[in-house]
């Protein structure tokens, strides 16, 4: 292994980079958790919080991966055998179905299968939810950005359909890798839970993740029978009153939180949201460039925080990211589940500026060449063309 100089290139699509100011935050000494300091810290967290999600709901905010939230939505709000409708956008949106099954729901019956191509089809849910004239389907489950296909479901719409066919089911929505980095409104959109974590857009280490939750999700949990303890939301929202955790809460990342909340909110959501799609744009650009295909086929899907990139046949994604990572410094996202190999993921979320993405698709450029990937050579010079424009 040769010497590291400079910074490595951390472009996959979570953990992201994290800010110096973050890692400063962090680093302030450890306080009591049951002191009046911390209890200030926790009310003002709980109010900063709320524009990312666009609530002006409760945020129960547990010291675990995003996959503690998945749960935490699925236990707090739902009944054994409860049938729940699940779209097969891809893997995550598979592991949190398999999830949902594994807990005691009934998963198989409403399942909506998918090509990975493609987010959650309104349409498709509008039929379903007609055929459901016995209103049994309790919630439907849509991960917002996939991360393992780089396709964005379109949330508005997926209410839109439910609204239209009349149905009470709730919407559990899965945000980890696009909150704070693609425009997300949990109130507007009528989401009963929204589900995220710290490790993406929210530029923080991985250990925190979060349930916005609406006064129907909040309602449907004081009769909900799936089992939970630590999960409940009702003590923690409870102690929360008082700036207060029912566990120990996870001090230094919260001291992170505040400080990427501060960021956030300096730039401007809009804003932040904006940049995001430009360099997704510029991304795709180069792309495109290279003579690649974009695994996303749906010119209203593509995400924001992350691009897919498939590989020509006959070539494997993994070899080209061991090359970057050896020659460059630079680790990409794999192939998950049935993709793997078969396409490499490009992270441009986050702390992210024009030259990391610059210096992220220059590295994927020469990556590819140097893997014998038939490209033509212009995709950088048709990202930079974007980026110096707009
Ligand atoms: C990363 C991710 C998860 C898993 O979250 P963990 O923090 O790894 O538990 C779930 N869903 C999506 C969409 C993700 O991107």
Redesign the pocket.
Same mark, same amino acid.
């Given at each position: 292994m040769t010497a590291r100089t400079g910074r490595h290139f951390l472009q996959i $699509? /979570?953990p992201t980079n994290v800010p110096d100011q973050v890692l400063r935050a962090m680093s302030a000494p450890t306080i009591d958790h049951r002191g009046p300091e911390f209890a200030a810290l926790t009310l003002r967290l709980l109010e900063a919080i709320k524009p990312v999600f666009g609530t002006s709901g409760p945020v129960v905010i547990y010291p675990a #991966? /995003?996959?503690g939230a998945?749960e935490a939505a699925l236990v707090n709000t739902l009944s054994p055998g409860d049938r729940v409708l699940a779209f097969e956008t891809g893997h995550?949106a598979t592991l949190w179905r398999e999830m949902a099954g594994s807990l005691g729901l009934e998963v198989d019956r409403d399942f909506v299968p998918g090509d990975w191509r493609h987010g959650a089809d309104p349409d498709v849910l509008a039929e379903r939810l007609a055929a459901d004239t016995a209103r049994e389907i309790k919630a439907v489950c849509v991960?917002h950005?996939?991360?393992s296909t780089a396709v964005t479901s379109r949330i508005a719409d997926i209410r839109r359909a439910m609204d239209e066919a009349g149905h009470p089911a709730l919407l559990l929505v899965?945000t980890?890798?696009s909150l704070g980095s693609i425009d997300y409104r949990h109130d507007e959109w009528g989401v009963d839970v929204t589900v995220a /974590?710290s490790?993406?857009g929210l530029m923080l280490p $991985?250990g925190l #993740?979060f349930n916005a939750v609406s006064s129907k999700a909040l309602e449907a949990s004081r009769t909900a029978r799936l089992p939970r303890s630590f999960w409940d939301w009702q003590p923690i929202i409870e102690a929360n009153k008082k700036g207060s955790f029912s566990y120990t809460p996870a001090t230094n990342l919260l001291y992170g939180l505040e400080e990427a909340l501060r960021l956030l909110d300096a730039e401007g959501l809009p804003e932040v949201y904006a940049r995001h799609a430009r360099h997704a744009a510029a991304t795709r650009a180069a792309v495109r460039g290279w003579g690649l295909e974009v695994l996303c086929l749906d010119e209203r899907e593509h995400s924001g925080s992350l691009t897919a990139v498939l590989m020509p046949e006959g070539h494997d994604a993994d070899e080209v990211r061991k090359i970057i990572l050896e020659r460059f410094d630079m680790s990409l996202g794999a192939g998950l589940g049935k993709l793997a190999g078969r396409v490499f993921r490009i992270g441009h979320l986050g702390s992210f500026n024009d030259l990391t993405l610059a210096g992220t698709l220059a590295g994927v450029q020469m990556g590819l060449e140097l893997a014998g990937v038939p490209i033509k050579k212009d995709g950088l010079g048709d990202a930079l063309d974007l980026l110096r424009t707009e």
């Open positions: $699509p /979570g #991966s /995003g996959t998945w995550f991960v950005n996939e991360t899965d980890i890798s /974590g490790q993406k $991985p #993740s």
